[in-house]
């Protein structure tokens, strides 16, 4: 599954990656915390929406995202 | 940019955002969540909450803190009454916040439009809860007396900050003009909004309630100084946050104020006879509405 960021304001277009709390290839649980961002506004621990391997970073630390963007790819468990 | 301290973070709940979002979006509908950045949007539209935002999203006030649009704002939307009320029954709220942009352009500054609001949403809600976070009206009493005759169960203006910090963060400065050309913006004033709550405290059975945003220069003195006031105002209710810069154009935040020092003003606002407090960083006016109504309204005080 894609990592997309929502959208979360009127007027915020982007966010930044802080760190990633897994590295590719490891395993990951529905609700882990998955990767820290930070907004203008505040920041922000996402949780892993499902269970599964951390396929693809696409947006490495210190890279912004802009809403919508993928930022990873979780291969789901079957 | 300033770096967050460690408590400034809060969590974001990406599939549960987008669910909220695609209800919202194809009513048309403003949310001051979305409008204002809120940084609580992951656990509240995770338990499907959100505070609706009426009379458009273009506020004629200035204040810096404040995200919102400003400028001139288009006519009101006659059926936004009736979609408020459509969203409330699709999310299957029992609590509703409904809160507005400033509008100095018209005669009772929207109050008309809070009224038939009100109207809509208990027409197809028969039981839902109502908590309005009103305009200060430009001190219009007719027009907050419309709302006082709604009966909702809470009224709530906000004092946002101390009185020395009005001229400069809630400041004249009126970017926004009438159609025809004329500026129509007003400046917030802190005694005429005490003189609101105090108002409808007086004149109603309605619960009070009022926030504070912290972080802009003020003093501990001047803070405890502010709860007093919304104390003697009648207050039933404060809430105490963390200012955020939301977006560029908004001052900057001069103090992260540490947890516990929320906690003292908390114990502060409760020892001078405020019953129900919420103060924590992440504390929005509207944060965690309907649960500290139910604990005032259930007699219970709030730990």
């Known amino acids: 599954m894609e990592v997309m960021l929502p959208e979360m304001g009127e007027d915020i277009k982007e966010a930044t990656v802080s760190f990633w709390h897994f590295d590719e290839g490891e395993k990951v649980s529905e609700g882990d915390d998955l990767v820290e961002m930070v907004t203008?506004?505040?920041?922000?621990?996402?949780?892993?929406?499902?269970?599964?391997?951390?396929?693809e970073i696409l947006s490495q630390e210190g890279e912004t995202a802009k809403i919508g963007d993928v930022i990873a790819i979780i291969e789901e468990e079957k | 940019m300033k770096p967050f301290p460690q408590w400034i973070k809060r969590q974001l709940p990406i599939k549960e955002i987008n669910e909220m979002n695609e209800l919202l979006k194809d009513s048309g509908l403003h949310t001051v969540c979305i409008s204002a950045?809120?940084?609580?949007?992951?656990?509240?539209?995770?338990?499907?909450?959100?505070?609706?935002?009426?009379?458009?999203?273009?506020?004629?006030?200035?204040?810096?803190?404040?995200?919102?649009?400003?400028?001139?704002?288009?006519?009101p939307d006659s059926k936004e009454p009736e979609k408020i009320a459509d969203a409330v029954k699709k999310l299957g709220l029992d609590y509703v916040v409904i809160t507005s942009v400033t509008r100095d352009d018209l005669?009772?500054?929207?109050?008309g439009h809070f009224v038939n609001t009100i109207r809509a949403i208990r027409n197809k809600n028969p039981k839902v809860r109502i908590e309005t976070l009103a305009p200060d009206f430009n001190n219009n009493l007719n027009a907050i007396n419309k709302i006082i005759l709604e009966k909702i169960d809470v009224f709530a203006h906000n004092i946002e900050t101390v009185p020395r910090l009005y001229e400069s963060i809630r400041p004249r400065a009126m970017p926004c003009g009438s159609p025809h050309g004329e500026a129509v913006g007003r400046q917030?004033?802190?005694?005429?909004?005490?003189?609101?709550?105090?108002?409808?405290?007086?004149?109603?059975?309605?619960?009070?309630?009022?926030?504070?945003?912290?972080?802009?220069?003020e003093t501990e003195q001047e803070i405890l100084e502010t709860i007093t006031s919304l104390r003697s105002a009648g207050c039933d209710i404060i809430a105490i946050g963390q200012y955020l810069?939301?977006?560029?154009?908004?001052?900057?935040?001069r103090e992260f104020v540490n947890p516990d020092k929320f906690d003292y003003y908390a114990d502060f606002a409760k020892s001078i006879g405020i019953n129900a407090v919420l103060s924590a960083p992440f504390v929005r006016s509207s944060y965690k509405a309907r649960e500290i109504y139910e604990e005032i309204s259930n007699g219970s005080h709030v730990a």
């Open chain 2, 188 to 217: 917030a004033d802190y005694n005429n909004s005490l003189n609101i709550l105090k108002y409808v405290k007086n004149n109603s059975d309605i619960l009070i309630k009022s926030s504070i945003i912290l972080g802009f220069g």
């Open chain 2, 245 to 253: 810069k939301p977006t560029k154009g908004c001052v900057e935040v």
């Open chain 1, 40 to 55: 203008d506004k505040a920041s922000f621990n996402v949780p892993s929406p499902v269970a599964g391997v951390l396929s």
């Open chain 2, 107 to 111: 005669a009772d500054g929207g109050a």
């Open chain 2, 37 to 75: 950045h809120c940084p609580n949007i992951g656990e509240c539209f995770k338990n499907k909450e959100a505070t609706f935002l009426i009379l458009g999203n273009i506020c004629t006030r200035n204040c810096l803190f404040c995200s919102v649009k400003k400028g001139v704002p288009n006519p």
